[in-house]
């Protein structure tokens, strides 16, 4: 037999180049917590930080929480709290099963919490259906923690546990370097030497709050959910708050608006002062230099009032 024919491609039905149009960003009325404004990253995409995130950093941290968990249990001797306990782990090893098999999201058990309505109502119109993978990673996160929240929550004497809280108080504990590093700099109130002119005052409080911004900042370095199995090298080097180090990672931010933020601090002050409001994320060392910043604030002048929303 000879070799086949030569075969031509016709590819004319094809939009041309000029033609291809973007559907992004959708428009409001095709917006929904399943579909973004943007297509957002979701588990199934490989080589993302969403599919590091459920594939990876959710098992391991939920595995962490499980051996917490069991090592609570066996510390204990009341049989009803032992019970009650065990109850809590079975539910957390099938939240494990269905996190590591992929199961559908299913709806939130009521457990008397005021969001429960929120979430089935949010399951039920948008991700009907959808499984760990394939929902938006960061909706399949929060319900992950939610689910977790809920093995305890429908329990008698465990409502109140944190699996988290040894690993909390373990690295903290590790972070005394840093902790001693910053506050001996701040040990003194904060003041401006004598003979300083207006300007040279304002260029302090400005030099001054553009590095506990970023000391702030770069707090959040240590997420016990971001680094999963850190050494103690490592978190003494993510929490340097050092001026050289501080100048080497600013590069590492990706979008820089700390200027603009000055200027809208600084305006506040000069219209009689105001109240800044801190949004805190995790307890340990950030919320040590959310502390220190808050510090800093009110004696400068910038702030008359923070308000910390836990």
């Known amino acids: 037999t000879g070799a086949p024919a030569r075969v031509t491609l016709h590819l004319g039905h094809l939009p041309g180049k000029t033609n291809i149009s973007v559907p992004y960003p959708r428009s409001p009325s095709r917006v929904d917590p399943n579909n973004p404004p943007w ?5 199934y995409h490989r ?31 009341s049989e009803d709290l032992i019970v009650d306990l065990a109850n809590c782990l079975e539910r957390m090893d099938q939240l494990m099963v269905d996190l590591s098999g992929n199961a559908k ?48 929550s429908v329990s008698k004497y465990w ?34 030497s004598e003979n300083l002119s207006d300007a040279e005052r304002l260029e302090a409080d400005r030099l001054m709050f553009l590095e506990l911004t970023q000391v702030c900042l770069w707090g959040n370095s240590t997420d016990l959910s971001l680094l999963i199995n ?18 080497a990672t600013e ?11 000055w200027e809208t601090v600084k305006s506040t002050r000069e219209k009689t002062g105001g109240r800044i409001d801190f949004v805190l994320d995790n307890a340990g060392f950030e919320l040590y230099c959310d502390c220190v910043y808050a ?11 923070i308000r910390f929303h836990g």
């Not at 297509?39 to 588990?43: K, L, M, N």
């Not at 809280?165 to 590790?174: A, G, I, L, M, V």
């Not at 590492?252 to 933020?261: A, C, E, K």
């Open 295 to 305: 510090d800093f604030l009110i004696q400068s002048g910038l702030a008359k009032e």
């Open 47 to 77: 080589y993302s930080f969403a599919h590091a995130t459920m594939g990876v950093r959710l098992p391991t941290i939920l595995g962490k929480a499980i051996d917490d968990a069991s090592r609570t249990l066996n510390e204990q001797s």
């Open 159 to 192: 409502k109140d546990y944190d699996v988290f809280y040894r690993q909390k108080c373990d690295t903290f504990s590790r972070s005394a370097e840093a902790v001693f590093e910053l506050s001996m700099r701040f040990a003194e109130p904060f003041k401006h």
């Open 251 to 261: 590069k590492n931010i990706l979008g820089n608006h700390l200027n603009r933020l």
């Open 39 to 43: 297509p957002a990253f979701r588990g």
């Open 105 to 152: 999201l299913r709806p939130i058990i009521d457990d008397d919490e005021a969001d429960v309505a929120l979430w089935n109502k949010e399951i039920a119109k948008y991700f009907q259906g959808k499984d760990f993978m394939n929902a938006p990673w960061l909706f399949a996160e929060a319900y992950k923690y939610r689910r977790l929240h809920e093995c305890f």
């Open 230 to 247: 850190m050494t103690e090298e490592q978190i003494k080097s993510l929490q340097s708050t050092g001026g050289d180090h501080l100048a």
